[in-house]
């Protein structure tokens, strides 16, 4: 039982490159989330899917877009990379909205 | 505006010195207060959920509390293994978690 995982762990963009982050969870839960943190920030929610089939914004979604690709996976994309979205980015996933969520370990994300 | 404040930002203990941490909240609508604990370059690991004032949970050597206003998450007699930043998060009436920053716990030997 892996629980979340997250590819790749680390990845350096140059300005204006896109890229995808993946994400997977093998617990059968609905619901999944991307997060980001910086530095002296609490996390804060960029997409979330409550269940499969549905994606909702949250509170930092500009320059960014997401797909739940099945039950098991979902995917965040950076379709034109800013310094400002260097981050460490997080997924996880609950068995439903208002229980607790489970992380993944983190993609280490520099854009220069 | 729902926010979370926790204090202090670091906090260094003895081991064997019990402390408390803080997290303060406004939101409309409580519907759940959650502490995490994160290592350094790992993602974080839930550790309670408190739902309603008054209400207490504990894990080995932690004890989180909540009250209207704010929770404590008190820890007695740390390890150096206890070491790690801790969150703490509240879930308003439209179930997005609002995070604070974290306090970094440090226990030296």
């Known amino acids: 039982n892996a629980g979340v995982t997250q590819t790749p762990k680390f990845q350096v963009l140059k300005t204006g490159q896109s890229m995808t982050l993946q994400c997977a969870q093998d617990?059968?839960?609905?619901?999944m989330y991307w997060y980001r943190q910086d530095p002296g920030m609490g996390l804060r929610l960029i997409y979330y899917?409550?269940?499969?089939?549905?994606?909702d914004k949250g509170e930092v979604p500009n320059g960014y877009n997401v797909s739940r690709l099945n039950k098991r996976e979902f995917s965040l994309r950076l379709e034109s990379a800013a310094p400002s979205q260097t981050s460490v980015y997080f997924c996880a996933s609950s068995p439903g909205t208002g229980i607790e969520q489970y992380f993944g370990p983190g993609t280490r994300l520099t854009v220069t | 505006e729902d926010q979370v404040t926790q204090s202090p930002e670091a906090l260094r203990l003895q081991e064997g010195e019990s402390s408390s941490l803080n997290c303060s909240y406004t939101v409309s609508g409580l519907r759940g207060l959650f502490w995490y604990r994160q290592d350094p370059g790992k993602g974080p690991e839930f550790l309670f959920t408190l739902y309603s004032a008054g209400e207490e949970k504990e894990k080995e050597r932690l004890k989180a509390t909540l009250t209207k206003k704010e929770s404590f998450l008190h820890i007695t007699a740390p390890k150096p293994e206890d070491s790690a930043t801790y969150l703490c998060a509240v879930q308003g009436s439209n179930y997005q978690l609002i995070w604070g920053a974290g306090t970094k716990l440090i226990i030296k030997p």
């Open positions: 899917s409550a269940s499969e089939g549905t994606t």
């Open positions: 617990m059968n839960h609905n619901s």
